[in-house]
Each structure stands twice: as structure tokens, then as C-alpha cells.
């Protein structure tokens, strides 16, 4: 039907501009790709006409005319995040049918995309389903199964790990500089990497100072995280009992992946919803109830939990919620000793992700970040070798290599402080067969593969660093 017209840019079209497609237009724009964005609804249009360099095609996701508007022919990407299932997948037939190469499509359904579907991925012609809440409820369903009391990650192949865990009064790091850190914990190497404070995420420097309260990522190689973990004092424990507020698709789905191995309590205020999930859920107990009362959340037994999950649809009711837990638990006799009840929210506004981590939620997750960057390392595959996103933190953890020649070649990580302070760290480099954790002296060689941090709006920035 249509001819593709090959370009050797990367083009990119995007079917709504909500909340993951705005999320996605703005990140892709910084990073310098061309986007294409048809929307039909024109505040929508008008707002991100104000916040991005992109080109706005006012219509509908099923207009033909309006792809035809959008140069459809010359796309490499098609990114349907509209609100509507049925759209996104029709949309992906009518970009193979354009040539588009690349098809992804947000699909709330959990019928579609796997592998006992009807429709699989080869008859809609997508190369890459997005479920978001099932993104969420997976990701949580992973934090409460792993053994640890804070979120630890495995990058470069499992030789590395990557821990976030907040920092209390007693700490040993507390109300000290990363310089004095270094001097005094020298027994085996680590770094800082990132501190939470307040609602802003701070790429740290060797004169910058970890507060109380403050949440922060650390780096390490794997054979050293029991001293790390010791170091902090995170105390490993397999947690069994848990408690979810809100029993949508999220809070359901969480509470069904759960429930063979943990004991949980869902609460959830609407009536006829409860009694679904009684009978969907076998293996949970469901309550009937408005779980940010303080007297509903202890007549369920809140004192008893090791975990709670807000995951309602309102912002304001998870972060209270969880910050009320917090109150509640921390003012309970005889918990001495016992490891502190964690909390884990559902926040739906990357603005607010920072503020929810270091107020009253020790993990906070977003969908449209989870669904987001799961979108953003498909489509660079080709030059980064992984990219993790941290929870609660405004950074990416990048695992790439060194081209020829590039900028980060040219000198040692000293003299390119400059360019990087505030917003990229250099953590380690893979050399003679081990991972070492990178100092000032380092000198980045080409086909060195290199664990960067950096602030999200600056992977641009990384890739310009390591590309020839």
C-alpha cells in the first residue's frame, strides 16, 4: 500500500501526548530524536506546544489523513500511548502497513501480548507491548520477594550492585562529606552516587555532605555488598507479611503475584470492587474499607505488617497514607529491635516521586516512568548495553562502551570534572577481566565498558561523551 522512504535520522511518531507520551516526547526531544506527535485533544496540544520542540499534528490516532500529515513513510518509531487498547494495537497494522519498522503499543489488557493470547505479537504487528500496571505490580511484586531492606539492583551482569537505602541519625555516614567518607571507610571501595533531599536528586561531588533523612545510591561490586549493606546497616530479612491500599489493576495484580508466598491484606474502599477481588483472590484477604483512616489501617492489623503498598489512583492518598504508616509504626511500644514496617507508593506524577521517597514512602514508583523507560531502552538497544531507572531517585544507571575517540578518551575523569559535575558520575570500569570502581585518576580507554549515573534529562549528555 505505502512505500518506505529510508532517512538517516531516527524519526519518531507518537499517538498521544497524556501522561507516558508527553513523558516519552519530552525525553526523546532532549535526546535529540525527531517527534512527530499526533493528539486530538487541542489543550493538550497547546501545552505541549509551550514545552517542546516537536512537531504537533492536531486529529486523531485513526486518521489516515493524519498520518499522511506526519510523513508517516519516513518514521523508524511508532509509540501508541493513547488511552484506548483497541487504537493502539490497530495503529501498529496501519504503521506496517506505512513501513514503519518499529512498532510499540500500550496495552492495558493483559489478553494481548503473551504467549497463550489469541493475537499475538506477529498478528498485530508489534515488536513491543507496554502493560503499565502490570509494569508496577511486577516491579513491587520483585522488591518484596527479594531478601534485603532496600532497593538493590544488579547491573553489569550481576558483578556490580547498586543500593538505595535512606540515612537515619546513627548512621556512620551521616553529617559527613564524601571526602572525609572515602578516608574514613576505606576497607573496601564503593562510591555515593546520588542523594534524594527534599524533591531535588543531587549528583554528588567530594565537598557535598549526607544529611539525616536523606535517601542516597551506592555503588559496589557484588562480592562487597554484605560490608555495604553492614556499613549501612540494612538489615536483610525476607518480608511475609504485607498490606496493600487499593485493589485496582495494580494493587490487584500485586496482591494476586504475592499471594502464594506472602501473606497479604488488601483494603479497598469501594464495595462492589472488594467483593471482586474476594472472589478473584484466593490465596489474599480482602477488606472492605478506607484505608487512610487511622483506626480502619489498625482494625486491620497494620502493627502486624512488615510492608505496606499505597497503590490507589490519587497521588495525595498514597504519600499521606504511607507517611501516616510511618507516624503510626514509629509510635509503637515494643517495635525495638524489630525491623521497621517499609512503605512502598504508587505515585502517578514523576514530580512528586523525590518528594513521596524522602517523606514517608522508603520506595516510590511511577508508572509512566516504569512504562516510559521500559519504551527508552527498546529503542536504544543498539547503543547502550543496559540502562536502569532508580526509584525514588531523578538518575539512570547506563552500562555502555567507550567508541574511538570519544570526548571521555581524551583525559583523565579529574580533568573532565567540569563537564560532569552535578549531573554524571562515572562509577566503575570493566579492566583486566574485574570491575573497578573509577577514582579521579582514571583514564577512560576506547572499548572500555564504563557503569555512568547521571540525572534522566542528561543521558544526551552521556552518549555525546562516549560516541565518537
Known amino acids: ?27 526523546l526531544v532532549h535526546e535529540g530524536y525527531n517527534v512527530t506527535a499526533i493528539e486530538p485533544d487541542p489543550e493538550l496540544i497547546r501545552y505541549a506546544d509551550g514545552t517542546l520542540d516537536a512537531r504537533l499534528i492536531p486529529g486523531s490516532a485513526m486518521s489516515i489523513a493524519c498520518w499522511e500529515e506526519a510523513n508517516a513513510p519516513e518514521m523508524d518509531f511508532l509509540i501508541a500511548v493513547t488511552n484506548n487498547d483497541a487504537v493502539n494495537m490497530l495503529a501498529a497494522i496501519i504503521a506496517d502497513r506505512f513501513g514503519i519498522e518499529q512498532k510499540i503499543s500500550r496495552v492495558r489488557s493483559q489478553e494481548f501480548g503473551n504467549k497463550n493470547s489469541i493475537l499475538k505479537e506477529d498478528d498485530l504487528k508489534i515488536d513491543l507491548f507496554i502493560h503499565p500496571e502490570e509494569l508496577a505490580a511486577q516491579e513491587i511484586a520483585r522488591l518484596i520477594k527479594r531478601t534485603g531492606g532496600d532497593e538493590i539492583i544488579d547491573i553489569a551482569l550481576g558483578q556490580m550492585k547498586v543500593m538505595a537505602t535512606r540515612i537515619n541519625e546513627a548512621s556512620p555516614l551521616a553529617n559527613k562529606n564524601l571526602i572525609e567518607i572515602s578516608q574514613i571507610h576505606n576497607a573496601f571501595p564503593f562510591r555515593v552516587v546520588a542523594i534524594a ?14 544529611f539525616p533523612q536523606d535517601q542516597i545510591l551506592m555503588m559496589s561490586a557484588s562480592e562487597d555488598l554484605p560490608k555495604l549493606i553492614k556499613l549501612t546497616g540494612v538489615k536483610q530479612q525476607r518480608r511475609h507479611r504485607v498490606m496493600i491500599l487499593g485493589g485496582g489493576l495494580v494493587g490487584g495484580r500485586i496482591a494476586e503475584l504475592l499471594g502464594k508466598t506472602v501473606r497479604v491484606k488488601v483494603i479497598e474502599k469501594n464495595e462492589k470492587r472488594a467483593e471482586e477481588l474476594s472472589a478473584l483472590l484466593t ?19 497494620l502493627r502486624d505488617m512488615d510492608t505496606f503498598i499505597a497503590a490507589t489512583g ?27 514496617t517499609k512503605t512502598i507508593s504508587l505515585v502517578n506524577k514523576e514530580e512528586y516521586v523525590v518528594l513521596a521517597s524522602t517523606s514517608g514512602s522508603d520506595i516510590a514508583l511511577n508508572k509512566k516512568t516504569l512504562a516510559g523507560n521500559e519504551i527508552l531502552t527498546f529503542i536504544r538497544r543498539t547503543e547502550l548495553l543496559s540502562m536502569s531507572h532508580m526509584h525514588g531517585f531523578d538518575v539512570d544507571v547506563v ?13 583523565s575523569l579529574a580533568q573532565l570534572n567540569t563537564a560532569l559535575a552535578g549531573h554524571i558520575i562515572i562509577g566503575s570500569v570493566f579492566r583486566d577481566g574485574k570491575w573497578e570502581t573509577a577514582v579521579g585518576s582514571t583514564h577512560i580507554q576506547e572499548g572500555d565498558r564504563v557503569i555512568v549515573i547521571c540525572n534522566s534529562l542528561y543521558l544526551k549528555e552521556v552518549r555525546d561523551l562516549f560516541s565518537t
Open 283 to 301: 490465596d489474599a484477604e480482602v477488606l472492605h474499607g478506607d484505608g487512610s483512616d487511622k483506626d480502619v489501617l489498625e482494625a486491620a492489623g
Open 1 to 27: 500500500m505505502f512505500r518506505k522512504k529510508k532517512t538517516p535520522s531516527e524519526n519518531i511518531l507518537i499517538l498521544g501526548l497524556g501522561g507516558i507520551g508527553l513523558y516519552l516526547a519530552k525525553r
Open 399 to 411: 552500562d555502555l562502551i567507550a567508541a574511538p575517540k570519544s570526548p571521555v578518551t581524551r583525559q
Open 314 to 340: 490519587e497521588n495525595e492518598t498514597n504519600i499521606m497514607s504511607c507517611m501516616l504508616v510511618k507516624h503510626l509504626m514509629d509510635t509503637t511500644e515494643g517495635r525495638e529491635g524489630k525491623q521497621k
Open 197 to 210: 533531599r527534599g524533591i531535588t536528586t543531587i549528583i554528588p561531588g567530594g565537598k557535598d555532605t549526607i
